[in-house]
């Protein structure tokens, strides 16, 4: 499906209680090589002094922008972006967490992937993983960039990249929906396989969006919540699968199990029940070998596994024999 070339472009930024981090997302926008036409930012109901820090801000530092604030009453960052979507009008939006922040050149690279691919509904890119407050250097994922037609793939497992590092052309959500608002984690996950159900999705591989972890949400992860995201979305998608080949239905139940494992050995302190999660993993799918670095790894020392992860990946981790983070 193909659709018209994107000339203007929204930002949408969801925020709750991120005062202190999001004039850094907002100066990353104003700062981009490619002009952007408004900033919407869509406040899940903070009880910080996220308001006035936008409003200052936007008269201030906004450079012309057009700077929207919309208060809602705290319902989750699904429901934010579905109301920043809503009040969007540029031909693409794109979206940014309120703690993390763009390289100059994002939005540039995206929208010239846009323009000279119709039948792409959306973009995303890489990213760098930046510990606020900590000295440590910035981390850089060695990883593949798949494109194109990814349905199959994202039924497997999320392929891509955070919603940080997305650009979707506004006419996709008439087609794929809003964001699932009864999912409490994986949202963005369950948007990509909506999206690639029609568009082919494009990518960048670069690190373009800092993803910034912190002592806020997105760091104290509640375990149970994901694994039920994880499992309501391989039922959601049980009809597709099912017209899908045999090795897809499979290695999308494998990657179930073993993120479950992860999760139980990493999150709920349960080792035996996580050797149970990725023994049914290697059994349902055996030619996934992250299936195997995930058994491994509940038998080594922490600093051991990291290292390993990190090495095996700087040599592999663009090929099938990458070890994922989940």
């Known amino acids: 499906m193909e659709v018209a070339s994107p000339s203007s472009i929204s930002v949408v930024i969801p925020t709750y209680n991120r005062a202190h981090l999001i004039t850094d997302a907002l100066d990353s926008v104003a700062a981009q090589s490619h002009a952007v036409d408004e900033i919407i930012v869509v406040d899940d109901g903070s009880t910080d002094d996220t308001e006035s820090v936008v409003k200052s801000w936007g008269e201030k530092a906004g450079q012309g922008i057009s700077v929207t604030y919309v208060r809602q009453e705290n319902a989750g960052g699904n429901v934010a972006r579905n109301h920043g979507i809503e009040e969007a009008k540029g031909d693409v939006i794109a979206f940014l967490d309120s703690d993390d922040v763009w390289a100059v050149e994002k939005l540039e690279k995206q929208i010239a992937v846009l323009k000279s691919n119709p039948a792409f509904g959306a973009v995303y890119c890489g990213v760098r993983e930046v510990a606020i407050g900590s000295d440590d250097p910035a981390e850089v994922p060695v990883r593949s960039y798949p494109h194109g037609d990814l349905l199959d793939a994202l039924l497997v497992s999320d392929v891509t990249a955070p919603t940080s590092c997305y650009v979707i052309r506004r006419d996709v959500f008439k087609t794929a929906g809003c964001f699932d608002t009864s999912l409490q984690a994986r949202q963005d996950w369950d948007m990509w396989i ?56 499979q290695a999308a139940l494998a990657s179930y199990y073993r993120r479950a494992g992860r999760v139980h050995y990493h999150h709920m302190d349960a080792p035996v029940q996580a050797i149970g999660y990725h023994m049914r993993s290697i059994l349902t799918w055996p030619l996934e070998p992250d299936s195997y670095a995930a058994l491994l790894g509940i038998f080594l020392p922490a600093g051991l596994r990291k290292r390993l992860h990190v090495g095996w990946n700087r040599i592999f981790g663009r090929t099938f024999l990458s070890i994922k983070s989940h």
Do not use: W
């Open 194 to 249: 909506r999206i690639a159900k029609n568009f082919k999705i494009g990518a960048i591989p670069e690190a373009l969006t800092d993803l910034r972890s912190h002592d806020g949400p997105r760091t104290i992860t509640d375990p149970t919540r994901e694994l039920k995201a994880y499992k309501t979305i391989l039922a959601k998608y049980a009809s597709l699968r099912a017209t899908k080949s045999f090795r897809i239905r």
